[in-house]
């Protein structure tokens, strides 16, 4: 008879410090600022969104070689489309001038499912420490086989009504995502803008809910985790705060941005560059597409996708998405282990 028990489950209570680091999909997260994070107290995380179910899985291999740490990995969930063709063929009209600019052709705008399937048997097959989604919560199947293979598993939600669709669903724990956030806001509705209510509303609503709630949007300070554990929280997400990280993927002219506060005066959310909301450094391509942007998730993301591989090799962020939280301006540059000392209390 096999009697080896099954390792214990990771719970954010074990964590040294009650930081983790955002999943920030395009570059920013790397393997490298996962294990730095993760062997310093904190709870590294990788972003699978936008990467082949190849491609996650080396990045899982690579962190496990260099730490035995709990690290996460977070995957967007596919939803149906919700543009018609009419609408993207405008949209890709107003483009053209922008491909002119950068002598590119847009992308094609398909909608697709972001390898899904197959990152779900790598996580099933590799089951890291913890598991989360964003843009939705999967059914209850999936999330009981990634629990029966020791994953604690995560929900991203932007409101009560989500939370409680991921609780009915196995979620272990809420990651509360406020307006605030740099990014994409992880909102259920591919339509849609979820309700402006400030992250600290956001905890204080679901409160009565027993569960561990993570707290995301604008944490950037040691100030910002105190508060946002005073309300409730039991650890908080960082993602903007690591972009100027040594160990960060981030685009050199994103992160010059993020410290150019004489050009960036401000974010915006916008849906221009993917079709979904996300909150950035204000620039020239928001300005210009704001207006007209449709809702189109993934679909825009590919249509605009050489646009915006174009301006990165060109060193432009007006042409790039500058994701940033409304707090860009206190992060700083350095080790990640420094940055994560300095948004603990």
């Not at 609408?87 to 009209?93: D, E, F, I, K, V």
């Not at 040691?222 to 705060?241: E, F, I, K, N, Y």
């Amino acid at each position: 008879m096999n009697t080896q028990l099954k390792p214990r489950r990771f719970s954010l209570k074990s964590l040294e410090l009650p930081v983790i680091q955002a999943p920030m999909a395009g570059g920013p997260s790397t393997p490298e600022l996962a294990v730095a994070v993760s062997t310093n107290g904190g709870l590294g995380f990788l972003a699978a969104g936008y990467k082949t179910a190849a491609a996650m899985r080396a990045d899982i291999e690579t962190v496990r070689k260099q730490t035995g740490a709990p690290f996460g990995v977070n995957l967007f969930v596919p939803q149906p489309s919700v543009i018609t063709p009419e609408t993207l063929q405008r949209y890709a009209a107003s483009l053209a001038p922008d491909a002119e600019h950068f002598g590119v052709a847009l992308g094609d705008p398909r909608h697709d499912d972001d390898d899904w399937d197959n990152k779900l048997e790598v996580l099933l097959d590799l089951a890291p420490a913890v598991v989360s989604f964003t843009f939705d919560f999967p059914g209850a199947g999936v999330v009981e086989a990634l629990k029966e293979h020791g994953v604690y598993v995560m929900a991203t939600v932007t409101g009560r009504e989500e939370a409680l669709q991921a609780l009915t669903r196995g979620a272990d724990a809420l990651c509360v995502q406020g307006p605030e956030a740099g990014g994409h806001r992880g909102t259920f509705n591919a339509a849609g803008a979820p309700p402006e209510v400030p992250l600290h509303g956001i905890l204080e609503e679901l409160s009565d809910l027993e569960v561990p709630l993570v707290a995301a949007g604008g944490i950037a300070t040691a100030d910002d985790t105190r508060a946002a554990l005073s309300v409730g929280a039991v650890a908080v997400q960082a993602g903007t705060a690591f972009l100027r990280a040594d160990e960060a993927g981030t685009k050199p002219a994103h992160r010059a941005a993020l410290s150019s506060s004489d050009r960036f005066t401000t974010t915006a959310v916008t849906r221009a560059f993917s079709g979904r909301n996300a909150r950035g450094l204000y620039n020239g391509f928001m300005r210009r597409h704001d207006g007209d942007a449709p809702y189109g998730y993934p679909e825009i993301h590919h249509l605009t996708t050489p646009l915006r591989a174009a301006a990165a090799v060109a060193g432009d962020p007006e042409g790039l998405n500058l994701w940033a939280g409304i707090n860009y301006r206190t992060t700083m540059e350095g080790p990640a282990a420094s940055i994560l000392r300095s948004l603990t209390p």
